[in-house]
């Protein structure tokens, strides 16, 4: 059985081998990805994410474990990243117009009166505060939480394979393997042939999708200097779970480096697929 639905900005598929008896499995498993939308969505001033940005430099903020484990988590990669990775680069993107202003980002504020990730501090494991106001933006990241958070709803109702996939960031489980394509660089329709595998996560980053024109600005940012980079081909990454895989891509995009050391930290590897590549 595959069963698509329109969330977090893309098609989210799960493909289940059996799925007669697998209905109620999948449908959880979507509510679970819709839940993390809500959640964590810039894009709803209503969500979890935009009270944090909105409050947390002005009293201590009470989240949901979904929500400080995916903060956790994009500390760590902050930290073994080099700063490489940093959900705090929201405010450029709303500066740039690639993300909504919403009415607790003040107009005409300086980058620098923003902190980044860094500046959040866990006062309990879900209790957080900050000595900065904060911009944050969770799609770097979110996302491969979400398949995550969908392979383990499946699993714990008991089915033994199958994969999700939301937009790129794919997880599969199971002893059925998989075939792995991404698109490529130069022609997003073509297909590359990965290979396969049946325990594991890809993600991929690349520019091919965005809107190109002199006058765009690319949404890649480079959290160090604060300038939006441009590139043409992708990068892909490998890990255990997608969580890593979706934040890590950016890590290897911004850096153009395949072999940052941040990746065997995390047990994960990296491919470059150049837009000259023949098929």
């Not at 990805?33 to 979890?48: C, D, K, R, T």
């Not at 903020?61 to 995916?70: F, G, L, M, N, Y």
């Not at 930290?79 to 405010?91: A, K, M, T, V």
């Not at 209790?127 to 799609?139: A, E």
Request: glycine share 8%; hydrophobic share 40%; net charge negative.
């Amino acid at each position: 059985m595959i069963r698509c639905k329109p969330i977090l900005g893309t098609f989210v598929e799960i493909d289940i081998p059996d799925g007669r008896h697998s209905f109620n499995a999948i449908e959880n498993a979507f509510l679970a990805i819709e839940e993390v939308q809500a959640l964590m969505g810039f894009h709803n001033p209503e969500s979890e994410l935009s009270h944090i940005n909105a409050r947390c430099h002005l009293e201590a903020i009470r989240i949901h474990p979904w929500t400080a484990k995916v903060l956790k988590i994009a500390q760590e990669i902050h930290q073994h990243s080099g700063g490489l990775f940093n959900c705090g680069i929201g405010y450029h993107l709303v500066a740039s117009g690639l993300l909504p202003h919403h009415p607790n980002i003040q107009v005409g504020a300086r980058a620098d009166q923003f902190g980044g990730i860094e500046h959040l501090q866990f006062l309990e494991p879900t209790l957080v505060q900050s000595d900065k106001p904060l911009c944050l933006d969770l799609g770097g990241i979110a996302k491969g939480f979400a398949v995550d958070l969908a392979v383990s709803v499946l699993q714990s109702a008991g089915l033994q394979s199958g994969s999700v996939n939301a937009g790129g960031d794919l997880r599969v489980f199971g002893t059925e393997a998989r075939d792995i394509q991404i698109r490529h660089p130069a022609n997003p329709h073509d297909l590359i042939n990965l290979g396969n595998m049946h325990e594991g996560a890809i993600a991929t980053s690349s520019l091919y999708f965005a809107r190109r024109d002199k006058a765009s600005i690319s949404f890649m940012v480079n959290p160090i200097n604060h300038e939006h980079i441009e590139f043409s081909e992708s990068y892909s990454v490998i890990a255990d779970q997608c969580v890593y895989a979706d934040a890590l891509t950016k890590v290897v995009s911004i850096s153009r480096n395949t072999n940052h050391p941040c990746l065997a930290h995390f047990s994960a590897q990296a491919i470059k697929i150049p837009n000259t590549l023949t098929t």
